[in-house]
């Protein structure tokens, strides 16, 4: 008969960078130069952020200063990162500039920046709200090559004024990106559980904002009961969710950009742990009978469910690699809850954690090199990111209570949410190397975060 779960059971059931001190040298690729280091330094693991100027300029009709909104939020998604440490404008000595002209470089090198990123914003023909945006090496004293037209180095991108906020980020995500080699993250958003009222007796309803905590809505889901465990599906354009009561659990799906849900199907059962394969024709979830929870896997299409796993266990929390061949899923089949991984078939089913403790909710990176956890050992919680086979764990950060690890879309951020003694759970976010650890703000209680793709 299997055990018992340990006080990890609750979490259990409903739910690629090197080691610390060696980090890989930033990249970019400078107008005139081949692809190489650029001037940001790594010393036993520790990034020397690259100082950046900022200055985009710009008013609307209406006397609103878009330009320096715009020039705010890529302030701020840099800085979050880590990686940049954007020089305050009040330091500026040159001002203004325009966008067609080459910068006074001396006047950049004497407030110690590395890089300028300078530009317009405007409403254009269509009515959007634009920012045309160059990227300038102040050393080099060259341009940064940010489109890909040569005879343009400079991009603009555009949006509906009601989403001003989604072009400064893609201009947040391609100044990162080309200055650090890695795709950005900023232009994303998080699905979570936003909770209300006394524990014990908690509202918990499904929400999204964007990764900084801006625009907080709620979505008008399907289902009655608790809203837990919300998953991206690939593309973003639809979020599994579970909708938890006191006698059933089922499993729904919500278009996004229809606004409207439905149910997955009928198991025999409470269905949990939803979680999409990476080419969105799948859904992997757990389903209990009993004392006994097995991992199914549902095609989309037809609605066909496929039993994975018959262990006499709890099996649950299933997580696809990104190339969709393997599955990370949590067991306590050895006799505590741990982490095995099987073939996307069922198949070879093995152990990979033997780190003392107890481990569950395994989220494969998108680049496969990692998988993330939550560890439960000597009375606090903790955050890690382990290799695929098991080696190389490293716990990232700890806490009283700290559960749900979803990964941004390029491999380097794990969000998180923390939960203190007596309190309200709040989303965090850690840089995969534990380097960065910061709060993810929402005015209220969120727990349960999933972190969705690039926006297109």
């Not at 006994?292 to 997580?319: E, G």
């Amino acid at each position: 008969m299997t055990k018992p779960f340990s006080p990890l059971s609750r979490r259990m059931l409903l739910g690629a960078l090197p080691a610390a001190g060696v980090v890989t040298s930033l990249a970019g690729s400078v107008a005139g130069q081949s692809q190489g280091p650029l001037r940001g330094t790594v010393s036993e693991g520790i990034v020397q952020p690259l100082s950046i100027a900022i200055m985009i300029a710009g008013t609307e009709p209406s006397g609103n200063n878009i330009g320096e909104q715009i020039t705010k939020v890529i302030i701020a998604d840099l800085q979050s990162s880590g990686y940049f440490a954007p020089i305050d404008p009040r330091a500026f000595i040159q001002t203004s500039l325009d966008v067609n002209l080459s910068p006074a470089w001396e006047n950049w090198s004497a407030v110690n920046a590395q890089f300028l990123a300078n530009g317009r914003a405007y409403i254009n023909a269509n009515g959007q709200i634009q920012a045309d945006v160059h990227l300038w090496d102040i050393y080099s004293q060259k341009e940064v090559q940010l489109s890909t037209n040569p005879n343009n180095p400079g991009i603009g991108f555009a949006n509906n004024p009601v989403e001003w906020r989604r072009v400064a980020h893609k201009h947040a995500d391609l100044i990162y990106e080309r200055l650090t080699g890695e795709k950005g993250y900023f232009d994303t958003r998080i699905a979570f559980v936003a909770e209300s009222g006394k524990r014990g007796a908690r509202v918990k309803r499904l929400a999204m904002m964007d990764q900084d905590g801006a625009n907080p809505q709620y979505l008008p889901v399907e289902g009655s009961g608790k809203i837990i465990t919300p998953r991206f599906s690939a593309d973003g354009n639809e979020i599994a969710y579970m909708a938890l009561s006191a006698d059933s659990a089922r499993i729904f799906l919500y278009n996004v950009r229809a606004q409207r849900g439905e149910q997955v199907g009928q198991v025999r059962g409470m269905a949990f742990a939803p979680r999409y394969s990476p080419d969105g024709s799948k859904l992997a979830f757990s389903v209990s009978q009993g004392a006994n929870s097995d991992i199914y896997v549902m095609n989309l299409n037809t609605r066909a469910a496929s039993r994975l796993t018959s262990d006499p266990a709890i099996d649950t929390s299933p997580s696809f690699s990104p190339d969709g061949s393997r599955i990370a899923f949590t067991s306590d089949r050895g006799g505590s809850p741990q982490i095995y991984v099987m073939g996307a078939d069922g198949s070879g089913a093995r152990r990979i954690t033997f780190g003392g403790g107890l481990y569950s909710t395994p989220v494969f990176s998108p680049k496969g090199d990692l998988i993330a956890f939550t560890k439960q050992s000597k009375g606090r919680f903790s955050i890690g990111v382990m290799n695929p086979d098991g080696s190389g764990e490293r716990l990232l950060t700890s806490s009283y209570l700290e559960e749900g690890p979803t990964w941004a879309p390029n491999g380097r951020y794990i969000m998180f949410f923390r939960e203190p003694p007596g309190g309200m759970p709040s989303l965090w976010m850690v840089e995969v190397n534990g380097r960065i650890e910061r709060n993810v703000p929402y005015p209220g209680g969120a727990s349960d975060p999933a972190w969705s793709p690039l926006l297109e």
